[in-house]
């Protein structure tokens, strides 16, 4: 086991952020109650900045300190270890979520806005584009940060120009300066504050009903009432893993309270106790049955917070 001693202090860094911006910030926040898993230990530093400024200024004073720190949403494409993270948690989620019409067809919204409610608003004004992810339970920062898709639509095709905070400040890339691949983006590490929308004007109803259909589908063949992370491992080239997974007998497979769901096996479920360690074990487990089994190495989707070795 590694040694997971904190660098800093974590009382001293929490009370100088919440002097200098105003904010609540929580010392030991468990992770599992920001993540869809519903595992994880503690951050040493968690805070949900509410505006840009807020942002721009804890993520300032956190990196003047030398403290790790990582950005998420939703937290529903993560694992976090049972020891937690040893840096700061900087949460953009429903706080960090307004949004716009900009004129007739575009949309302008905030990262944390949760993909269900951007899907909304839009079938409200009567705009198309976004049906596809009202089932995705991300927000839009985590989804522009690793491209997310469903029904053969991807975040990325939608977007029309972002605004990301970087060294020096917040930065507005178009269109042309985005490059998006499968549940990826040139992004990098860069902070995604907002995005934009050119969508097509069309009836709500009509939208409404799209977006009914695809919930339909997924409730029809998704785990949805266990907490899970969606799909576990990203199709290799040419395969699909959840046919793999099923192919090599997985379904059902546990280990601890972490379980191959049975309905979607490229779906891991939590069936009430599971521990982030249950989890990480069941992952390297398929891996290695499917590698054997058909010499193909399976790459997780979810992003590991905290593990020593990732
Ligand atoms: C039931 C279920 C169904 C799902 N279905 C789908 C699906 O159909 N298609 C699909 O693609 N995914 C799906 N997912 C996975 C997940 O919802 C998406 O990947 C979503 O985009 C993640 O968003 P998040 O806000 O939860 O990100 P988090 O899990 O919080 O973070 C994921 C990554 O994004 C980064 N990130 C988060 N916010 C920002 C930001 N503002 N700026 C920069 N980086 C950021 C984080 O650092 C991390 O690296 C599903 C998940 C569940 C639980």
Redesign the pocket.
């Known amino acids: 086991m590694v040694n997971h001693h904190s660098q800093f202090d974590k009382l001293a860094v929490a009370d100088k952020l919440e002097d200098a911006l105003g904010l609540t910030v929580k010392v030991g926040e468990p992770m599992n109650l920001h ?2 898993f519903r595992v994880g230990g503690p951050a040493d530093i968690y805070l949900e900045p509410t505006t840009v400024a807020e942002l721009q200024g804890a993520l300032a004073l956190i990196s003047a300190e030398g403290v790790p720190y ?9 694992l976090v270890a049972d020891e937690g993270y040893r840096g700061a948690i900087v949460r ?1 989620g429903p706080r960090f979520a307004k949004w716009s019409r900009e004129s007739t067809n575009q949309i302008w919204a905030e ?2 806005i949760p ?1 269900p409610v951007l899907a909304k608003r839009a079938a409200n004004e009567g705009l198309s584009g976004l049906e596809f992810v009202s ?16 029904w053969g639509s991807t ?1 990325g095709e939608k977007v029309s120009r972002i605004w ?1 905070l970087g060294d020096q400040g917040v930065e507005k890339l178009e269109k042309e300066m985005l490059s998006f691949g499968y ?1 990826q983006s040139n ?1 990098g ?5 907002a995005a934009e929308f050119v969508l097509a004007e069309a009836s709500s109803a009509e939208i409404q009903e799209r977006m009914q259909e695809y919930l339909k589908r ?1 409730q029809d063949t ?1 785990p ?1 009432g266990l907490p ?4 576990v491992f990203r199709n290799p080239e040419g395969y699909k893993s959840a046919k793999l997974i099923d192919e090599a007998g997985l379904k059902g497979l546990s280990i601890g309270g972490a379980q191959v769901s049975p309905i979607h096996a490229n ?1 891991i479920v939590n069936l009430g106790y599971a521990t982030a360690s249950d989890i990480y074990r069941l992952i390297t487990e398929v891996q290695a049955i499917v590698e054997r089994e058909t010499g193909i190495l399976l790459q997780p ?3 590991l917070i905290g593990f020593s070795t990732p």
């Open positions: 993540t869809s990582r950005v998420i949403g939703n937290g529903t494409n993560l953009l990262a944390g993909l089932g995705i339970p991300g927000t839009l920062g985590g989804a522009i940060h690793m491209n997310a898709g469903a975040i990301v549940r992004l590490d860069k902070v995604i504050v997924r998704q949805l899970s992370a969606g799909s779906f989707e979810i992003e």
